[in-house]
């Protein structure tokens, strides 16, 4: 049975939307059940199946293939010369190179070729196809949330046998390839006997194997790269020893100090000098001596400088060392063990003055030092529980961080940002200060271990920052964007804040020698009081002597011939007085 409708429109009315309207309802039809059409109905099994409305997931485990990376190089020689060219003869090059300008077939190339090349040098003067359209333009990362995440991990490959600590960590100066790690073991009596003394040379892209050993006698405590060779490092060793090698050489020192001439405690810190040679440099220990080396002849140290504070005549030990060429090719500053920082000139008139003021204010040793690299009149200083800023005309820090609740082991200030320093602390965590928008609290803080944190370096672009800790694994992280960018007129207000700070602690320095000359005119005046009321008291004593004597010689009789009182002692005083002068009236009777 089919049931359909008719209807009918005028052709005009097509396409008219259709007007509904509400009525009742109705009957249509009635369709009865049919008996023939039941019998032919079949029943299917239930079939039951769950829906739900959350996504499906899998899992699955396997076994990456371990990847073992290998370095391998190759030897470019100069070819191309005809047998009978030395390329090495000066004579015979430039004889060939008349000779070739000269052949036709040469001149003709050079001609063809010059049409080509004046092309596209027009096309290249018409569109610079390397011009960068935002080069210069500054991104706001203000509202960005500042993270590091960890690119890989450096293991000491003696971990299995004993726990050294990473002690010093030096960049690469030409990129972001490689970097030195010395490993130590700082405490005497946790070295085992037998330790290894290998320190390494790593690549970034090759985290497995070390890309170079240092072999030493000694355990190397510190390692610095030569700026202006970067196959050349130098390090002090836990003996007192300075030593450099060459990369392009054996393992095996270079050149190392003897013993006799050398620090008489372990070297904590050194640096490359600025100088013409660029084999200059300076070490500093706990002895109390700064040594200056010519790693052209170790022999003996050219120049020594005993750490003899000025006033005191205390002998200070040295634990940090700062050199910065832009605050003067001869000045350095010293951090040491009791807490103070010595500022230091190898070159003054006088002997005398080679050591030079002194600030105070940590509670413990200094174990950073660093000059903020946009304002080198600032510098920064890391000891006890705290980091401050100093400033080299005040002898107060001008800015200083909360009292934190482990005690700090470095810091050092980004090279791209003026207002971002960077400290670490023994309990393994990694802290970054933004002065620009934060004062307070640190603006970031990364957990990299359970165990505490020896050293870090930041590279010289600011992005990559490499820690060293206590169980012998360096961590290299990438930092992001907002972080090593410099900020929008970021210099200027740094600038300003330190200025400000500056003048505020100038301020509490001439209010304080103001009340102290207070207190000593006070002082003054108060004993020139206490010594008049003194002088009076004095007078007045001798006032009554005159007085007594006086009246004793007026009480004389008449036919008293004074034998008696002649003999009698002078009075000292009025009770005195009066008992002598009754024993010479008995008498006289």
């Given amino acids: ?119 596209l040098i027009k096309q290249n003067n018409a569109i610079d196809i390397y011009e960068e359209y935002y080069d210069g333009a500054v991104l706001d990362h203000s509202a960005e949330t500042p993270y590091a995440k960890t690119l890989t991990v450096f293991r000491d490959p003696h971990a299995d046998k004993v726990t050294r600590s990473c002690s010093y960590i030096s960049w690469y100066p030409d990129g972001a390839r490689k970097l030195a790690i010395a490993y130590s073991i700082m405490e005497f009596q946790k070295q085992p006997e037998g330790m290894p003394t290998e320190s390494y040379v790593w ?66 810190d050194l640096d490359w000098l600025q100088s013409k040679t660029g084999t200059e440099a300076l070490s500093l220990s706990t002895d109390g001596n700064v040594l200056f080396w010519d790693i052209r002849k170790l022999g003996e140290p050219t120049d020594t400088i005993p750490l003899v504070e000025k006033g005191t005549g205390v002998v200070q030990g040295a634990v940090s060392l700062e050199y910065e060429s832009v605050a003067g090719p001869t000045k350095f500053m010293v951090g040491t063990e009791s807490g103070s920082v010595i500022m230091c000139n190898r070159k003054a008139k006088n002997p005398q003055d080679r050591i030079g003021s002194s600030f105070y204010g940590h509670h413990g040793p200094v174990y950073a030092l660093e000059r903020n690299p946009f304002f080198p009149k600032y510098f920064m200083s890391i000891g006890d529980w705290t980091a401050r800023i100093w400033m080299e005309d005040v002898r107060t820090p001008i800015v200083m961080s909360k009292y934190h609740d482990t005690f700090l082991t470095g810091g050092t200030w980004s090279p791209t940002r003026p207002g971002v320093f960077f400290t670490c602390k023994m309990d393994g965590t990694l802290d970054v200060w933004d002065y620009l928008y934060k004062q307070n609290d640190p603006t970031l803080s990364v957990q990299i271990s359970d165990a505490g944190l020896c050293s870090f370096n930041l590279q010289d672009a600011g992005r990559l920052i490499t820690t060293g800790g206590a169980e012998g694994n360096a961590t290299l992280l990438e930092l992001c964007e907002g972080l090593y960018s410099i900020q929008q007129n970021e210099k200027q207000v740094i600038a300003a804040m330190f200025d400000r700070e500056t003048k505020r602690e100038r301020n509490l320095e001439a209010r304080a020698k103001e009340l102290k000359l207070r207190q000593k005119r006070q002082a003054l005046k108060d004993k020139e009081d206490a010594d008049a009321a003194a002088a009076a008291n004095e007078g007045d004593a001798e006032e009554i002597k005159k007085i007594e004597a006086e009246f004793f010689e007026q009480t004389k009789g008449e036919d008293d011939t004074g034998s008696s009182l002649a003999a009698a002692p002078a009075p000292e005083d009025g009770a005195d007085g009066e008992a002598a002068a009754e024993a010479g009236a008995e008498d006289a009777e």
């Avoid at 699955?60 to 070819?79: F, L, P, R, W, Y």
């Fill in 203 to 268: 690549d970034v892209t090759n985290p497995n194997v070390p890309d170079f050993t240092m072999r030493t006698a000694s355990q190397l405590c510190c390692v610095k790269y030569n700026e202006k060779d970067p196959n050349i490092l130098i390090g002090g060793s836990y003996n007192g020893q300075v030593q450099f090698w060459d990369t392009r050489k054996n393992p095996t020192p270079v050149d190392a100090t003897p013993i006799e001439f050398g620090h008489r405690d372990p070297v904590y």
């Fill in 1 to 119: 049975m089919e049931i359909y409708y008719q209807y009918q429109k005028l052709r005009k009315e097509f396409g008219r939307h259709a007007k509904f309207t509400d009525e009742s309802a109705g009957l249509l039809t009635d369709i009865r059940p049919s008996e023939a059409e039941f019998k032919e109905y079949i029943e299917r099994n239930p079939c039951t199946t769950n829906v739900m409305v959350l996504p499906e997931f899998s899992e699955s485990d396997c076994n990456t293939t371990q990847i073992t990376m290998a370095v391998s190089g190759m030897k470019h020689v100069e070819g191309g010369w005809p047998k009978d060219i030395d390329p090495e003869e000066v004579e015979h090059v430039l004889r060939f190179q008349k000779k070739t300008e000269k052949d036709e077939d040469y001149i003709r190339a050079i001609t063809n070729l010059g049409a080509q090349v004046e092309e």
